[in-house]
């Protein structure tokens, strides 16, 4: 396990193997007929090395069913303050 600062916010995130801290972001995209196609994609990502996503994976958005032994965890959900961490008492 190693730790990694990340984003503008300071926070420090553990960096495990199983684990992906993500931004989602959501766009569309359209069929032959002018009809929009909602997708959620990875805008931005942490995490262990070695992790490529195909076209594929971004233009069906089936990252977690697709590597169900990773965790995806949006930012907004994990990391830690380091002045607050080091200062609890628990």
């Known amino acids: ?3 990694a600062i990340w984003g503008s916010d ?3 995130y553990p960096i495990y193997l199983d ?3 993500v931004e989602w972001e959501e766009t569309a995209i ?9 997708i959620t994609y990875i ?5 262990p090395i070695g992790i490529d996503f195909s076209a594929e994976d971004y233009l069906t958005g089936d990252f ?3 590597y169900p032994g990773l ?3 949006p930012f907004e ?5 380091p002045h607050t961490f080091l200062t609890e008492s628990d």
């Open 1 to 3: 396990m190693g730790g």
């Open 10 to 12: 300071g926070k420090i």
């Open 19 to 21: 684990v992906l801290y």
């Open 30 to 38: 359209f069929d032959g007929d002018g009809n929009p196609f909602p």
């Open 43 to 47: 805008g931005d990502a942490l995490g």
């Open 64 to 66: 977690e069913m697709k």
């Open 71 to 73: 965790k995806f965890v």
């Open 77 to 81: 959900q994990a990391g830690y303050d």
